[in-house]
């Protein structure tokens, strides 16, 4: 690894960990350059830095995993340096390697450390003689199908199919039988090519009740090697990291100090220099195996900042410098408790599956010892080619359920209206009896949460829409803007028909005069006074936002709506709730509806097609199958009948709510 002194810092990644860089770099003096692809035009991280160059097209090929348009863009400024950030090609040795052959400082570690831990079976290899615990498993011959029964046999079910380059949960399937194994080797090989452009495989023995713990280590140029203590990173949904904290609630002193040497011990080994990632699974008995080094910053690093007082980028660039460490281990302190929550664009109601939108009005929590890293603005645009993680939402306490309190209440007050969002899944994970009290593993979500809890929607929410939509009316000739808040007592019953989530309200709403509604929403009815209804601003978006001051059995509170086309958004107790009219669907469509019809559940990008017309199918039959937001989804006929349209073919890009495929019942 170079360690040339250098001033202007070029940040090949995007989003909130582009921001976090330049943060950082700036306090220290350096300057930043951007680069960024045409989706992220507008961006915040884009205007934050110094200079900023653009690469190419949305597609992370054609920008973010461009080495050659990465390089170039470094000459063209000055750069001296470049910071990988994390995902993209953090992890990959050649870019290591191109930084360092064009006289660029890589801040990382060296090429050849990358090369050891990125690929998980030559990892594997490296450990096994160094005293390090391993989980069984082997590297699938993928040229072999015949083997890989036998090699999960020896292991036994359930197994884990897992991306030997890699991690984030992409290219990652769980087998628990043995005829399920070829189709999740076909998916995870897809999708690991797809994310990483490596489709080698590991097959590993699955240990369902573990804790997923990580050892925060840092090291420089002169031998110096530290640890940061741990985080535990258990709670997950299909692989992919949800909640993040420090400490552990499972780890005790010398626990803590026993995987610490297990982490410094495998950095040694591959002469390790910069911040990094030692991930390990703990079951119940204590023991602990090796899951995989990543060798770049985490996503979750500031819950360890948090609680050490230590800004891990900052050491970054002390190492990248050629300058020791600041501090020994036994400098370091841990301070307190500190828990982050992962804010992803993702609708729990569909299977969590990822959203695209545009943000009309993103405003983040604050209060005392909140920390909220983000890359969001008003009037962005969240692109389906990149990770469906916007935010990322973190509390510290002097204890672990003073922390949970403040970051239940930072969920709360976020606001995020435009973009589907996870806000409220989130605030009753951290809020679950088991969880608080410190009990979870990794497959906490699965036990717990196997099917989404919707929230609680009541008369008093339509009336507020309601009450936005009364806002909406022309002014009459000569009204002023008090006019807004005036109803007839004279007034119909009117009915209100929204989309929520998968659910049709239709409710009731009369107007009583002197400001007063009267709803009804199946069997709920109740009052309600609309004391104003200000619009306060529009959005780049052209989406109006609303100040409501609304009073209910004789308490008065405030709410934030937003409306654009025939989409209302309320900031509630409950998170945000989003609402259409269907009036006006159904107005427009005429009412139409086909259960037949299957649409693109987000733009993406089409990775196969398994019909064509005429042929029949069952409900359930795979019909295509989409990527979006790096991961696959597979698109199944709603009911039995014979295909009649295929309105796409693999490699083509669609839109969210597009239709592809039209099956038509078929009389027996």
């Not at 890589?106 to 050891?116: E, T, V």
């Not at 139409?592 to 398994?610: E, T």
């Not at 069952?618 to 709603?638: I, T, W």
Request: charged fraction near 25%; hydrophobic fraction near 45%; glycine fraction near 10%.
């Amino acid at each position: 690894m170079s360690s040339a002194r250098f001033s202007k810092i070029l940040i090949a990644n995007r989003g909130e960990i582009a921001l976090r860089i330049q943060r950082t770099a700036r306090e220290l003096g350096y300057r930043t350059v951007a680069v960024y692809s045409e989706a992220d035009r507008d961006a915040p991280f884009v205007t934050a830095c110094d200079e900023a160059v653009f690469l190419g097209a949305a597609e992370p090929a054609a920008s973010y995993l461009s080495i050659d348009a990465i390089i170039a863009a470094a000459k063209r400024v000055g750069a001296e340096a470049v910071h990988p950030g994390y995902g993209f090609l953090s992890e990959q040795a050649a870019f290591a390697e191109a930084c360092v052959a064009a006289g660029l400082v890589f801040i990382g570690p060296s090429a050849a450390s990358i090369r050891a831990m990125a690929d998980k079976a030559e990892a594997k290899r490296l450990l096994r003689d160094a005293d390090v615990p391993l989980i069984p498993g082997v590297e699938l011959d993928l040229s072999a199908p015949d083997t890989w029964a036998r090699a999960a046999a020896e292991c036994g079910f359930p197994v884990l199919i897992k991306a030997a380059a890699g991690g984030g949960g992409r290219g990652m399937r769980l087998v628990e039988r043995a005829e399920d194994l070829a189709d999740a080797v076909a998916r995870a090989r897809s999708e690991a090519k797809n994310a990483f452009g490596h489709d080698g495989l590991l097959l590993e023995k699955a240990l369902l009740s573990a804790r997923h713990i990580e050892i925060q280590i840092a090291a420089d140029q002169h031998g110096n090697r530290i640890h940061l203590g741990e985080r535990d990173c258990s709670v997950q949904r299909r692989h992919q990291k949800v909640v993040e904290e420090a400490p552990s609630p499972a780890v005790d002193h010398e626990l803590r100090e026993t995987m610490g040497a297990v982490a410094l011990r495998i950095a040694a080994s591959v002469d390790y220099h910069s911040v990094g990632t030692v991930e390990f699974l703990l079951d119940d008995q204590g023991a602990f195996y090796f899951l995989e080094m990543n060798t770049r910053l985490q996503v979750e690093h500031g819950v360890t900042e948090m609680v050490t007082g230590l800004d891990l980028v900052a050491l970054q660039l002390a190492v990248a410098q050629g300058e020791p460490l600041p501090l020994d281990q036994g400098d370091v302190v841990f301070d307190g408790h500190a828990v982050q929550v992962r804010l992803y664009a993702e609708d729990p109601a569909r299977d969590y599956l990822p959203q695209t939108g545009t943000v009309h009005f993103w405003r983040p929590p604050q209060g005392r010892d909140i920390r909220v890293d983000h890359g969001l603005c008003d009037g962005l645009a969240v692109s389906a080619h990149y990770d469906a993680m916007v935010a990322k939402i973190m509390a510290k306490g002097p204890d672990r359920g003073t922390a949970l309190k403040r970051l239940g209440a930072a969920l709360r007050e976020t606001r995020l209206l435009g973009v589907v969002h996870n806000a409220d899944f989130l605030a009753r994970v951290i809020a679950h009896p088991e969880f608080a009290a410190g009990r979870f593993s990794t497959s906490f979500l699965q036990q717990h949460f196997t099917e989404y809890q919707q929230p609680t929607v009541g008369w008093a929410d339509l009336a507020a829409v309601w009450c936005i939509q009364r806002a909406l009316l022309p002014l009459p000739a000569g009204a002023g803007d008090a006019w807004r808040g005036w109803f007839s007592g004279h007034a119909p019953a009117r009915t209100l028909r929204l989309a929520f989530e998968a659910r049709l309200l239709e409710g009731r709403v009369r107007e009583l005069g002197n400001d007063h509604l009267a709803v009804t929403l199946g069997e709920q009815a109740g009052e309600l006074v609309c004391h104003g209804c200000e619009a306060v601003a529009v959005a780049p978006t052209g989406a109006r936002l609303f100040h409501l001051d609304l009073e209910q059995d004789g308490v008065r509170y405030r709410r934030l709506g937003a409306v654009a086309g025939a989409r209302f958004w309320l900031a509630a107790e409950a998170g945000v709730l989003e609402f259409e009219d269907r009036g006006l669907e159904a107005r427009n469509r005429g009412g139409a509806h086909h259960d037949g019809l299957v649409h693109a559940v987000m733009s993406g990008r089409v990775v196969d097609v398994a019909v064509v017309v005429g042929d029949r199918v069952a409900a359930g039959d795979l019909l295509a199958v989409l990527e979006a937001m790096k991961m696959e989804h597979r698109l199944a006929a709603p009911i039995d009948g014979e295909i009649t349209v295929v309105g796409v073919a693999a490699g083509d890009q669609v839109q969210s709510r597009q239709l592809l495929i039209e099956v038509q019942p078929v009389s027996s």
